[in-house]
């Protein structure tokens, strides 16, 4: 990974993160696409107060709207 990034791995405090998401609405712009999807898998699993997703293609925004509900 440290070879394909030629950089320090980013280490998340997943703790704070979720304190910080706790009770808030989070939107996601470019949700369909590969990065926004990874996004909004990531914060949904940090159990926010609402997660928004907003895409200008629909059908991979129901697509990922489908999987997290």
């Known amino acids: 990974?440290?070879?394909?990034?030629?950089?320090e791995p980013i280490v998340i405090d997943e703790v704070r993160l979720r304190e910080q998401l706790a009770?808030?609405?989070v939107m996601v712009t470019g949700a369909g696409g590969s990065i926004g999807s990874e996004l909004a898998r990531q914060i949904f699993d940090l159990d926010p107060a609402r997660l928004v997703l907003l895409d200008?293609?629909?059908?991979?925004?129901?697509?990922?709207?489908?999987?997290?509900?």
């Open 1 to 7: 990974m440290d070879d394909l990034l030629r950089r």
């Open 23 to 25: 009770g808030k609405t």
């Open 56 to 69: 200008r293609a629909e059908g991979p925004l129901y697509d990922i709207e489908r999987e997290l509900a």
